[in-house]
């Protein structure tokens, strides 16, 4: 992946985060500096000429997998957890929109009084009026993560790439907090993701990513500029591809 400043590697994007990335040092909640941090660095890439959309998943205030795990019924944990979702995307919508970045919060599950309903043509619309797109509430399924959501409409949005943020600077064979001989991988294939188990995202993202050949960047949502430096060329990542 070569670019310059002028000429981002890449035109339109999926930023996928964790609902835990919204929570900085906390251990529940959002934390506002947090988010005003990360709506900064979307609006960097923004301001380079690239249109982005984000999907952020729900994990730092109600995970569904979690709550029915404890005994809830599965359905409704999991429509609790495309709530919570919701919530974190006006969030990260008025951090940007501090910023002067025009937003929309789009959500699979209609609830016209605070954001819009999820139509294609008019997300795609919004991408192309330089507007920072949020899709919220997941598939509007139960038993889907936001990786899913975020694949799908990446695909659905003609994103050239998902970017997905994390706390390290891409993919490793082993947890390199736990193990100091992790290694990271530059480039990885779909079919290795999905045999060595390597969570990147969960098998039916993979999956569909693989059977549309979208890319998929990993990269340390903690390095300031991080994701800048990556369209711009340059930077430390792993690229999910099809073949090596």
Same mark, same amino acid.
């Given at each position: 992946?070569?670019?310059?400043?002028?000429?981002?590697?890449?035109?339109? #994007?999926?930023?996928?985060?964790?609902?835990?990335?919204?929570?900085?040092?906390?251990? !529940?909640?959002? %934390?506002?500096?947090?988010?005003?941090?990360?709506?900064?660095?979307?609006?960097?890439?923004?301001?380079?000429?690239?249109?982005?959309?984000?999907?952020?998943?729900?994990?730092?205030?109600?995970?569904?997998?979690?709550?029915?795990?404890?005994?809830?019924?599965?359905?409704?944990?999991?429509?609790?957890?495309? /709530?919570?979702?919701?919530?974190?995307? /006006?969030?990260?919508?008025?951090?940007?929109?501090? /910023?002067?970045?025009?937003?929309?919060?789009?959500?699979?599950?209609?609830?016209?009084? #605070?954001?819009?309903?999820?139509?294609?043509?008019?997300?795609?619309?919004?991408?192309?009026?330089?507007?920072?797109?949020? !899709?919220?509430?997941?598939?509007?399924?139960?038993? !889907?993560?936001?990786?899913?959501?975020?694949?799908?409409?990446?695909?659905?949005?003609?994103?050239?790439?998902?970017?997905?943020?994390?706390?390290?600077?891409? #993919?490793?064979?082993?947890?390199?907090?736990?193990?100091?001989?992790?290694?990271?991988?530059?480039?990885?294939?779909?079919?290795?993701? /999905?045999?060595? %188990?390597?969570?990147?995202?969960?098998?039916?993202?993979?999956?569909?990513?693989?059977?549309?050949?979208?890319?998929?960047?990993? !990269?340390?949502?903690?390095?300031?500029?991080?994701?800048?430096?990556?369209?711009?060329?340059?930077?430390?990542?792993?690229?999910?591809?099809?073949?090596?």
């Amino acid at each position: 992946m070569l670019s310059d400043a002028s000429h981002p590697v890449y035109s339109r #994007v999926m930023l996928k985060i964790s609902g835990e990335a919204l929570m900085g040092d906390q251990g !529940f909640g959002l %934390h506002p500096p947090t988010v005003q941090r990360i709506a900064a660095e979307v609006k960097s890439v923004r301001d380079m000429g690239v249109e982005v959309c984000m999907v952020i998943g729900g994990g730092n205030i109600f995970r569904g997998l979690a709550g029915s795990a404890q005994g809830m019924e599965r359905t409704t944990a999991d429509y609790m957890g495309m /709530l919570a979702t919701v919530m974190n995307a /006006l969030a990260m919508q008025s951090a940007l929109e501090q /910023l002067g970045v025009f937003t929309r919060v789009i959500s699979a599950i209609p609830m016209d009084q #605070v954001c819009e309903p999820y139509i294609r043509r008019r997300a795609v619309r919004h991408l192309e009026k330089k507007r920072v797109v949020i !899709f919220a509430a997941g598939t509007g399924n139960p038993y !889907f993560t936001t990786d899913t959501a975020a694949t799908l409409r990446a695909n659905e949005m003609a994103c050239e790439a998902i970017f997905k943020g994390t706390k390290v600077d891409g #993919v490793y064979d082993k947890d390199p907090k736990k193990h100091s001989d992790a290694k990271r991988y530059d480039v990885v294939t779909y079919d290795e993701v /999905l045999q060595q %188990h390597l969570g990147v995202m969960d098998a039916s993202a993979i999956a569909l990513a693989r059977d549309n050949d979208l890319p998929i960047i990993v !990269f340390s949502l903690d390095e300031p500029g991080g994701f800048k430096g990556i369209l711009a060329g340059r930077g430390t990542y792993t690229r999910v591809v099809d073949k090596i």
